[in-house]
């Protein structure tokens, strides 16, 4: 294992920002990671774990305690299941998938971090899941110092939630496996409005895999959502804040704020969340609210691309950032009485 003092965290972080660690460990094996989670454990040290960066808002202070960084590598294809290591970054693995002609993560393409994160955090993007294909996952259990694997209905998943993201200090992803699909090259069905028209098709049509994923990925650039050095729209967390699920009386709430707000014929996204529950969308809000693309005048702006990702423009800290995110769901709250939540993980700060 690496082990580092006083190490810089915010390059390990796709927004850049936060301070410096005590002591930073880059573990490369399973065993590396378990042994220094239980030295951590033991000691009664704080423990940070960072994958990919990708989800993580780290204050300016930084972290006292033991950042480990999780860069195992694995990939490994049976048939159409998958399995890899916690470490293994995201959109490499799916453009493998992709490669080997199996669906069910095509439309996941481009997406920054780590395999380990996935599970966690529920990923989605343009109508995929990855608690689809997820069929079991091995993590270290601090709780009960024991290795342990977790069928797909014992992750309980929902909306960007799971069993880790409910236990946060309990559970270290060591690996994941997926049940892929072998469709003869085509992608899954296409359950995302915006994929299907760009690729000229309908929902619940099949594509080719490769267009499938390469429309993706021309997507989300479109909107900053590609990880470029040279984009300052990209040095984000992605979407800042996840979109609302409402009760029935909660969106009849906000729609007549709308039509308040924004005149009778205005009609807020509404998506089915569940009996009794209304999905809305966060870009809708934050862009009627008054927050539009390239919003702000510091160092920590809206994206010229997109409403629902907040960037580092180069010289911003994390409480520029903080101020920002603060500043917008204020805003967003006072028009229509809604209050976002913010989606990444925050270290040593809180909105």
Known sequence: MQELHDAPLAPLTTFRLGGPATRLVTATTDAEVIAAVREADDSGTPLLLIGGGSNLVIGDKGFDG??????????????????????????DAVARTVEAGLAGVECLAGIPGSAGATPIQNVGAYGQEVSSTITEVTAYDRRNRETIALSNAACAFTYRHS?????????????????????????????????????????????????????????????????????????????????????????????????ER???????????????????????????????????????????????????????????LLALAREVVAGVHEAFGVTLVNEPVTVGVTL
């Open 262 to 320: 924004l005149g009778e014929a205005a009609e807020p996204p509404a998506f089915p969340a569940g009996e009794g529950r209304v999905k809305t969308s966060a870009a809708w809000l934050i862009d009627k609210a008054g927050f539009t693309k390239g919003y702000g005048t510091g160092p920590a702006r809206i994206s010229t691309k997109h409403t629902l990702a907040l960037t580092n423009r180069g010289e911003a800290t994390t409480e520029d």
């Open 66 to 91: 033991t950042a480990l960084h999780i860069a195992t590598s694995g990939f490994s294809l049976d048939g159409t299941t998958l399995e890899l290591a916690a470490g293994e970054i995201w959109t």
């Open 163 to 259: 069993r880790f993201k409910a236990e946060p200090d309990r559970y270290v992803v060591l690996r994941v496996r997926f049940e892929l699909e072998d469709a003869g090259g085509l992608s899954a069905p296409l359950r995302y409005a915006e994929t299907a028209r760009a690729l000229g098709a309908e929902a619940g049509d099949r594509v080719p895999l490769t267009a499938a994923r390469e429309t993706v990925l021309k997507l989300r650039a479109g909107k900053g959502m590609v990880l470029d050095p040279e984009d300052h729209d990209t040095w984000s967390a992605g979407s800042f804040f996840t979109n609302p699920i409402l009760t029935d009386a909660q969106f009849a709430a906000f729609r007549a704020r709308v039509a």
